[in-house]
C-alpha cells in the first residue's frame, strides 16, 4: 500500500477544480501547475499551493513533462492526478512518475500504452472474444494496402487515427475514389495532434449509439462497471450531450455491454477507473469502439445516478486500497443529463471564439450541478480546449432531468464571450431528444445553416433591451451626482425625456426611444410601434420586467457604456447602441483583408502574390483551440501580399492574406 497526503493536478479548468474539490475534502493537500495565461484561474485560486510551469502554450507548460515534474518535487507532491486530456493518457508520463516515486493516480504503464493504440487495442479486444467492428488495424500503412483493404470492407468506412481521439484524424468515406485524399488528411491531422500518422479502417456503423461503461478496478483483482452512458449528440465526432442511463437501455443489454466492458478491462490486468465505448446499432448489437484509460468528461452523470465520487474511487484504488464494491453494490438511480458549455459561435461553423468574461454567473437549483473553471474577469485563452464548463441536471425520471437542465441552462449568465448555450437549448428541446431518439446522426439530420443562424432581436427584446440599459445608465449618472435625485433625471422642464437607442438588427436597424411615464414605467416606440414595459426590480443582473402585460425574468451585463449583453429564454443577445458611438467605428476592412480570426499556430499557406483566387478558396491552415480552421477567400480576386507564414504563431486579427478585389 502506498499512502500520501500530497497531490499534484497535472491539468487545468474545470477538472482541476473538480479533482481538488474532493481531494481537499478528503484532507489531501491540493496543488495546481498553471501556465502565466491561467495565473488568476480558479482551479489557482482554491489549490493548498500552486507552481507556475511556463508560459501559455501547451508545448511549454501543461504538456512539458520536466515541468510538471519538477513542480511536483518542489511542492513536495506525493502523487499526481492527470484530469483528463494533456498527459493523462501518456504511457511516458506514467512512467516518469512512478520513476519520480510518484503515485500516478491512474492505470498502469502498460495499460494505457495498449489501449491508447487502438490498432492494438482492438487486436487485444479481439482476442478477449470483445465484439468488435470490422475493420483493418494491420501494420502495413501503405496507401496501397490501405486502399485495398478498405475495398475489401467496403463502403461506407470510417479512417480513424490509431493514436488519441477526440474526432481528431478521423474521416468517413463513401467510395472508393475518395480512400487516397481521406488517408492523406487523416494521417496530416493525427501526426500533428498525436505525434503519430498510423491510421486504422472500420466499416461504419450508420445511425447508430454511442454508448460507454464506465468500469472500475483495483489492484486486488476486483473489476466492476458501473453502468452505462449514452453520448449519441455529437458534433465532429466530440461529444456535445451525455446522459446515464442509456434511453434505449435493457437490463439484459446491460448485463451483456457491461460483462464485455468488465471483460476488456480484466484482459489488459487494468486498475482505476476507465470507460470502454461502443457503438449500439438498431438491431441491439453493440460493438468495441475503444476504451479510454483516465476519467471522462462526462464522469458526474454516472456520479449522480449511482451517488459515487469517482475521484475519491480512484484516490483509494491509488493508494492500493480494495475497491470496497462488488457488481451487486451499484444501483441506479434515476437519470442524469450533462451538455458541455463551449465559447464557440454556432452560427460562424463553430468556430472557437476568445474574449473576456463579463460576468458568469451559474445557475442553482434542485438537482443541478455545473463544473466549470472560469470566474468572472478572466479571459477565454486561445490556447486551450473551448469548453467552459459542464451543465448537469439529475431527476427521478429523464424527463424530470430534461426540463431541469433547460431551465438551469436558462438561469446561467455568461456574457462577454459567443457560447453554444442556445444550441445546447434547442437540443434539448427537439421532439427526438425529448423522445431519446437521438443518433450520432442526430445534429446532422436535425441542424441546418438556418437552425444555427442568429435571428435578428424582435422589438420585445430590443425594448428590454433598451429600458434595461436607460435605467443602467441613469442609476450611474446618479452615483456620479450626488445632489440629484434618479426621478429628476427622468424629466426636464418641458416634461417627459426620450432618450433614443438605435441598435443592429440583422441587416437592419432598430431605432428605438424610450421614456418614462413614472413609477418605473416606460413607453418605447420604434416608428408607428409602441411597447409598454414596467420594471419590476432590477438587481444583481437580473432585471424582472412586463412588455405589453406579460412578465419576463432577464439576465444582464453592462461591461462598458453604450453596450449590453442580454439573455432572454436563454438566448443571449448584444446590444451596441449605435449613437453611443463615432460614426462608422463599426465598420470593418472588407473582404480583401483575410485576418486570423484568433491566436493560433499557422500550418500551413496556400497561396503567393500574384495568385488568382475565387470566393472559398483554401488560403491557409490555423491550428487554434485544438481543432485546425481552413481560412478562406471571401472575394474573387489577386493575392496582393501574404505577410503571414507558415509555421508561426499569429495573434487576433493579424494579416494573413491581402487580395484586391477582381
Known sequence: MRTFE???????????????????????????????????????????????????????????????????????????????????????????????????????????????????????????????????????????AMIREANNIGFPLMVKAAAGGGGRGMRLVEQSGDVADALAAARSEALNAFGSDELILERAIIRPRHVEVQVFADSHGNVIHLGERDCSVQRRHQKVVEEAPCPVMTPDLRARMGAAAVEAARSIAYRGAGTVEFLLDGNGEFYFLEMNTRLQVEHPVTELITGLDLVALQIQVAEGRELGLNQDDITLNGHAIEVRLYAEDPAQDFLPVTGAIDLWRPALGEGVRIDAGIATGLEVSPFYDP????????????????????????????????????????????????????????????????????????????????????????????????????????????????????????????????????????????????????????????????????????????????????????????????????????????????????????????????????????????????????????????VAEVPATAGTQVAADDLLVEIEAA
Open 387 to 638: 469548453m467552459l464548463a459542464k451543465v448537469m441536471a439529475w431527476g427521478e425520471t429523464r424527463e424530470i432531468a430534461r426540463h431541469r437542465l433547460i431551465n438551469a441552462l436558462k438561469d446561467t449568465a455568461l456574457f462577454g464571450s459567443t457560447t453554444n448555450r442556445s444550441f445546447l437549448i434547442d437540443i434539448l428541446q427537439r421532439e427526438r431528444f425529448a423522445k431519446g431518439e437521438a443518433t450520432t446522426a442526430f445534429i446532422g439530420e436535425e441542424f441546418d445553416e438556418d437552425d444555427l443562424a442568429v435571428p435578428a432581436p424582435t422589438l420585445h427584446q430590443g425594448a428590454m433591451a433598451a429600458v434595461v440599459q436607460y435605467t443602467v445608465e441613469r442609476q450611474a449618472a446618479f452615483d456620479n451626482s450626488l445632489n440629484v435625485s434618479p426621478a429628476l433625471m427622468d424629466w426636464s422642464s418641458a416634461g417627459h425625456l426620450g432618450t433614443r437607442y438605435v441598435y443592429a438588427a440583422g441587416e437592419d436597424e432598430m431605432d428605438v426611444v424610450v421614456t418614462p411615464q413614472g413609477n418605473d414605467a416606460y413607453t418605447v416606440r420604434s416608428g408607428d410601434d409602441e411597447v409598454a414595459v414596467t420594471v419590476i426590480e432590477r438587481a444583481d443582473h437580473v432585471a424582472r420586467l412586463t412588455v405589453d402585460g406579460r412578465r419576463h425574468s432577464v439576465l444582464y451585463s453592462a461591461p462598458a457604456a453604450g453596450v449590453l449583453d442580454l439573455s432572454i429564454d436563454g438566448r443571449g443577445l448584444h446590444f451596441r447602441n449605435r449613437i453611443a458611438f463615432a460614426a462608422g467605428a463599426e465598420d470593418t476592412a472588407g473582404g480583401g483583408r483575410v485576418v486570423a480570426p484568433m491566436h493560433g499556430n499557422l500550418l500551413e499557406v496556400f497561396v503567393k502574390p500574384g495568385d488568382e483566387v475565387a470566393i472559398g478558396t483554401r488560403l491557409a491552415v490555423l491550428e487554434a483551440m485544438k481543432m485546425q480552421h481552413d481560412i478562406l477567400a471571401e472575394i474573387d480576386g489577386t
Open 6 to 144: 500530497s497531490i499534484l493536478v497535472a491539468n487545468r479548468g474545470e477538472i482541476a477544480v473538480r479533482v481538488m474539490s474532493t481531494a481537499q475534502s478528503l484532507g489531501y493537500r491540493a496543488i495546481a501547475v498553471y501556465s502565466e495565461a491561467d495565473a488568476q484561474a480558479p482551479h489557482v485560486q482554491m489549490a493548498d499551493d500552486a507552481v507556475l510551469i511556463g508560459p501559455a502554450p501547451v508545448g511549454e507548460s501543461y504538456l512539458d513533462m520536466a515541468r510538471i515534474l519538477k513542480a511536483a518535487k518542489a511542492s513536495g507532491a506525493q502523487a499526481i492526478h492527470p484530469g483528463y486530456g494533456f498527459l493523462a493518457e501518456n504511457a511516458s508520463f506514467a512512467q516518469a512518475c512512478e520513476d519520480a516515486g510518484l503515485v500516478f493516480i491512474g492505470p498502469g504503464v502498460e495499460a494505457i500504452d495498449l489501449m491508447g493504440n487502438k490498432a492494438a487495442a482492438k487486436r487485444r479486444m479481439i482476442d478477449a472474444d470483445v465484439p468488435c467492428v470490422p475493420g483493418y488495424e494491420g501494420d502495413d500503412q501503405s496507401d496501397e
